[in-house]
């Protein structure tokens, strides 16, 4: 078994209730303030008695000069305690340690604060932590208090809500307490992943006006020379644009095989999109998303996606389908499947061996010889949730794409994990096959990807993470969401912004090693 051990800094040199020394080790981020532009959890009082409030800040100087905090007024009881609503992600623990630092300002030294963190549901199984020797050292004066939980060794990925008692144990009356910038462990995983960040991304953005991809572009689906109609370098997209309506479409880029470059430029095929949105009443007559590209074993080229249509009420249905577009040219002229290949699914990648085709759609798979043949087809489950690294993957499963390594006997798949909803994901794993339906996922604790930190082009969610190898080095091409600049959550699903495409590298030998083979 192999474990990715990170120690970023001594539980020693945290001394509880003083001011850390160690800000330049620990990464800290936001988990609660009470400022209009920054991230906010809301807490209320837990009990009848008390009051759990927001405020002007009553004292704006030394270590607090923001404009507002939390206040607590006590109401006599001995268990009085606030508790916040859940953050927007499971607090995770991958790069950092499981400390949280608070401001308080008390109306007396001594008293005691406790924090607790708690998981997502009490039905998990995970149990709650809290820490109980914290002490004030001032009295009407803004310090900072330090919550060490790591002698408790809490889960990463398993909590979301923070409860605080202040004054804990006495039965204190119509005392004020004040508390504010509520920080705790960075969830960044970009430094510590196996893939590194191309520092010129994105390599495609939405870019024109007016045209079938002004809007997002996303979805990379990379045919190699060896499997490309003329043996070059493909990559069909997915593209969302106003041409003249709203729609999303699958275009076409290439780059020649003797002078490959992997992050770019591409060229654009002059006819796109290939693959555009079909006419009303039609499976894809508002969105095609998702493409899944493969050559079969008479030149043919299938591209598999996922169709959206529009209600009777002119919204868009929320079910999608398989569609199946296929060209006998060359992969530049398309004819479409006139029904769904299959109804209520989506496509991740298609992969052609040994006289099969096989259709995966995140944690299943789907085998036939006929490829326009939904019927013949047999379905594997292939990935169970929630055993990946901390379970990141429990909530949700997606965007499974299959790669091979040239002098590997081995099949790989990277996919994109939640543990908390269904949507917007924020790391990537690998899992690998000897027969593409038996998957075992890769032992390793270290991330093999992660969204970009706060401000970056990714910040938000990412997908799709499409593995190609070239001179000894690994590329994965991923849709990342978001836009450079502040925002406010950006663990906020799809907040303002745009899908674009991004890469990242890694040495073929560092990732076999990642994978323990």
């Keep these: 078994m192999m474990r990715y051990i990170l120690l ?104 005691r604060v406790w924090m607790k963190l708690e998981p997502e549901n009490f039905n998990s199984g995970i149990a709650a932590v809290e820490v109980k020797n914290v002490r004030t050292t001032k009295a009407g004066e803004w310090e900072e208090l330090v919550f060490d939980f790591s002698e408790f060794a809490p889960r990463s990925s398993w909590y979301r809500k923070i409860v605080i008692m202040f004054d804990a144990g006495n039965t204190s009356f119509d005392k004020e307490w004040y508390f504010d910038e509520i920080k705790g462990p960075s969830d960044d995983l970009t430094k510590i992943s196996l893939f590194k960040r191309y520092e010129g991304n994105p390599v495609f953005y939405p870019e024109g006006s007016g045209n079938w991809r002004d809007s997002h572009i996303a979805n990379a689906s990379i045919i190699s020379p060896a499997d490309s109609p003329d043996g ?40 796109n999109p290939v693959i555009p949105h079909g006419p009303e009443g039609s499976y894809d007559e508002w969105h095609l998303l998702d493409c899944a590209a493969v050559k079969g074993p008479d030149g043919t080229v299938y591209v598999y996606y996922k169709g959206r249509m529009h209600n009777d009420n002119g919204s868009m249905d929320p079910t999608s389908c398989i569609g199946c577009a296929y060209s006998k040219d060359g992969g530049y002229t398309f004819t ?80 994109q994990g939640m543990s908390i909803r269904n949507d917007f994901p924020d790391r990537f794993h690998v899992a690998y096959s000897d027969d593409l339906i038996n998957w075992t996922k890769v032992d390793n604790d270290q991330p093999l990807y992660g969204r970009g930190q706060a401000g970056e082009w990714d910040q938000g969610g990412m997908w799709c993470p499409e593995i190609i190898e070239h001179e000894g080095m690994l590329y994965l091409y991923y849709e990342g969401w978001g836009f450079k600049g502040h925002v406010k959550d950006r663990n906020a699903p799809y907040f303002g912004g745009n899908s674009s495409i991004g890469v990242a ?7 076999l090693r990642w994978c323990g083979l």
């Design 232 to 271: 070059n370098w493909w990559m069909y997209v997915r593209g969302s644009g106003h041409t003249p309506d709203y729609h999303d479409q699958i275009g076409l880029f290439t780059q020649p095989a003797d002078d490959f470059k992997p992050f770019g430029p591409w060229n654009e095929y002059k006819g």
């Design 336 to 415: 479409k499947m006139d029904r769904p290949w299959k109804k209520n699914a989506g496509p991740s990648d298609a992969v052609y061996h040994d006289g099969k085709f096989y259709i995966f759609c995140g944690p299943r798979v789907y085998v036939t010889e006929d490829p326009l043949s939904y019927e013949t087809a047999q379905m594997y489950k292939i990935l169970n949730l929630g055993d990946g690294p901390a379970e990141f993957d429990r909530a949700s499963i997606w965007g499974s794409m299959v790669f091979r390594l040239e002098g590997v006997d081995k099949w790989f798949l990277a996919y």
């Design 505 to 511: 590298y890694a040495s073929k030998e560092d990732f």
């Design 8 to 111: 970023l800094a001594s539980a020693a040199v945290l001394a509880a209730g003083c001011q850390s020394s160690s800000e330049d080790v620990i990464q800290f981020m936001d988990y609660a303030s009470f400022e209009d532009d920054r991230v906010e959890m809301t807490f209320h009082a837990g009990n009848d008695s008390m009051l759990c409030d927001e405020v002007d800040n009553p004292k704006k100087e030394g270590l607090n000069v923001t404009a507002r905090c939390g206040r607590v007024i006590s109401g006599g009881g001995e268990n009085e305690f606030v508790w916040s609503e859940p953050f927007g992600r499971n607090f995770d623990f991958t790069a950092n340690p499981p400390v949280f630092k608070m401001m308080v300002l008390a109306p007396e030294a001594g008293a």
